[in-house]
């Protein structure tokens, strides 16, 4: 998959759990583990801008495009 999610890096920052995350943003666990694990196909801006409010981030520490070599770059 192209673009990874790190979102267990963000997490772990603020020192907080999936559960957590969840509560405070108000999506469930399922599908916030959806987009932990990469098997999310997309993710809506207001999600993204929820979880970026609470864990206190840019959507570019969230993100990140990994090309055809394996190599990983940060999206700004």
């Known amino acids: 998959m192209p673009v990874l999610v790190r979102l267990d890096e963000q997490l772990h920052k603020q020192r907080m759990t999936l559960t957590e995350l969840s ?3 108000g999506i469930t666990l399922a599908n916030l583990s959806i987009l932990k694990t990469g098997k999310a196909k997309a993710v809506r801006f207001s999600t993204l801008e929820a979880i ?3 864990l206190q981030c840019q ?3 969230l993100l990140f495009f990994e090309d ?3 190599e990983a770059h940060h999206v700004d």
């Open 23 to 25: 509560e405070r943003v």
């Open 68 to 70: 055809d070599e394996g």
């Open 52 to 54: 970026c409010r609470v």
């Open 59 to 61: 959507p570019g520490d």
